[in-house]
Nanobody, 123 residues
Framework: QVQLVESGGGLVQAGGSLRLSCAASGRTFSSRAMGWFRQAPGKEREFVAAITWSGSTTYYADSVKGRFTISRDNAKNTVYLQMNSLKPEDTAVYYC????????????????WGQGTQVTVSS
């Protein structure tokens, strides 16, 4: 099993920045693809970004491309989501997710999920 714990959420004004962290514990972290998803009130959970274990390949939803950056530090068993130029429509609960393989997917076919961290962007 892999346990994932997100942190770094909060309230920020539009145009501001936040960095989310996802700390993993349990089984091997470095051989797994990791992703971030988000769920806004009244909406379905949606893909945000994903990264392979080496960090050499990343993928982003069109809505965040150019504003968000996913990265990881395998030595620290942590994946990050740097969010810049935040907009009110980025308001959501953000979830970290891990796969048992190194294949990036944009659907919810991940094996491990964190509990989520709230991000609120005020206008």
């Amino acid at each position: 099993q892999v346990q994932l714990v997100e942190s770094g959420g909060g309230l920020v004004q539009a145009g501001g920045s936040l960095r989310l962290s996802c700390a993993a514990s349990g089984r091997t972290f470095s051989s797994r693809a990791m992703g971030w998803f988000r769920q806004a009130p009244g909406k379905e959970r949606e893909f945000v970004a994903a990264i392979t274990w080496s960090g050499s390949t990343t993928y982003y939803a069109d809505s965040v491309k150019g504003r968000f950056t996913i990265s990881r530090d395998n030595a620290k068993n942590t994946v990050y989501l740097q969010m810049n130029s935040l907009k009110p429509e980025d308001t959501a609960v953000y979830y970290c997710a891990g796969k048992s393989s190194n294949i990036i997917v944009t659907t919810e076919e991940y094996d491990y999920w964190g509990q989520g961290t709230q991000v609120t962007v005020s206008s």
